[in-house]
Every structure is written in C-alpha cells, then in structure tokens.
C-alpha cells in the first residue's frame, strides 16, 4: 500500500538559511498534519490542513510558514533557521478532515540538521 | 503538567512476558486514543486506536480505555526483542481537534 511521501529525507543548512520540506500524502487522503520532534522528545504538533485550507495551527513559529496545494502534497518552508530547530519532521495524512477520530499516518520524515 | 502523561520507563521485560504500558490524559473530551510504536530515528508506527470504553485485541496487542478515569492502557502479550521501542501514546478530538497530542514514550526492553 501507497505510503506518506517526505522529501528530502536528510537536509543539512547553515543558521540563517532556509529550508522547505515536501510531503505527499497516502492517495485520497485530504488532511496533512506537520510534527516535528527533537531529540529525546515527543512529537509536537505544528499546523495542519484540510482541503488545502489551514485547519489548526500548534507551537510553529512565525519563521515557518506552510501550505497545502490542489494536488494535497504540502511544504513547509523555515526561514531564518536556528540551531534549534533541528529535528526530525513528521508529516502525517489523514482521510476525513480533523475531527480527530481519523487515523494519522506517519511518514518517515525528514531529518533537518543547522549547523 | 504535560496533556498526555506516560508511565515512566524505561520498562524492561524479559521476552514471553506482559508488557503493561499506562498512559493519562488531562483533556476530558477527549474522542480518540492511539499507540504508536518508535523505533529510534524512524517515524511512529500505529499500533491501536481505541475509541471507546474497554478493551480492544488485536492479536498480541490489547488496548483498555476508560474515559471516567481519563486512562488508557496498552498490554503486549508474549513480548518478543523486536517489541524493544519507545511507545507512544497520543490523543485527539474534543478541544484538540484532529491533531495528536502525544506523551512522552515509554522506553520497552524485551530481554531475550
């Protein structure tokens, strides 16, 4: 079965550059969700879109900004990068928009490292 | 005080044994409980959902919810070395819409 998408799996930039992550959900599924999850830590919801409209948006910084195209696929685009932000991003897709009873499917993300 | 606490771990059993992972949620209404299983640099992996109260199988895996007490449980029967991972327990719907809320894992060891 057709999975989650993310591109690129590994990405190393400098403090101040920018970086824009790709997912490209399981077909049919019309929500994406973006997490992102340091080290040693849980994941951390970002912001999510359904029918390429934003649905919630959690602890994302102004830095960063998303969307969601006609085609589904989503980007995440971080500017102005820190050190901090280095971390594995999760995108997830679900079929049904976010009242939260639709499973979330994991891609196996994109390890971002600002050196 | 986190949203979605986890028992702490690491837990450590030996292989054939229960594994008994326990999890919390502060968010009453709550609508939706979900395990994942990580392994380390991987994404999460969906284990269970469970949607209401009681107990959910699915093969060596069992789910318990019980929404009053705000608790849901994973048990892992006859763990096996590949069981060895961080679980996760996440939560969604009610204030929280779609988007997961996850605790903080739980470390597994299954000792051979």
């Known amino acids: 079965a057709a999975g989650v998408i993310q591109s690129p799996r590994h990405l190393i930039k400098e403090k101040r550059e920018t970086a824009t992550l790709k997912c490209y959900p399981i077909p049919r599924h019309d929500t994406v969700y973006w997490y992102q999850q340091g080290p040693g830590q849980d994941p951390q919801f970002l912001i999510s879109?359904?029918?390429?409209?934003?649905?919630d948006k959690g602890s994302i910084p102004d830095r960063f900004s998303a969307q969601q195209f006609s085609d589904y696929h989503s980007e995440l685009n971080m500017s102005s990068l820190e050190l901090g932000d280095s971390a594995l991003y999760f995108c997830a897709s679900s079929l049904g928009g976010t009242s939260g009873t639709d499973t979330q499917y994991f891609g196996p993300g994109t390890r971002l490292t600002v050196l | 005080q986190k949203e979605v606490e986890q028992n702490s771990g690491p837990l450590s059993v030996p292989e054939g044994a229960i594994a008994s992972l326990n999890c919390t949620y502060s968010?009453?209404?709550?609508?939706?409980f979900f395990w994942y299983r990580q392994y380390s640099g991987k994404s999460p992996e969906l284990i269970m959902s469970?949607?209401?109260?009681g107990d959910k199988e699915d093969g060596r895996f069992t789910a318990q919810l019980n929404k009053a007490s705000q608790y849901v449980s994973l048990l892992i029967r006859d763990s096996q070395p590949s069981d060895s991972a961080t679980y996760l327990c996440a939560v969604a719907g009610g204030t929280s819409y779609g988007k997961l809320t996850f605790g903080q894992g739980t470390i597994l060891t299954v000792h051979p």
């Open positions: 968010d009453r209404v709550s609508q939706s």
């Open positions: 469970i949607y209401s109260n």
């Open positions: 879109f359904y029918e390429k409209m934003q649905s």
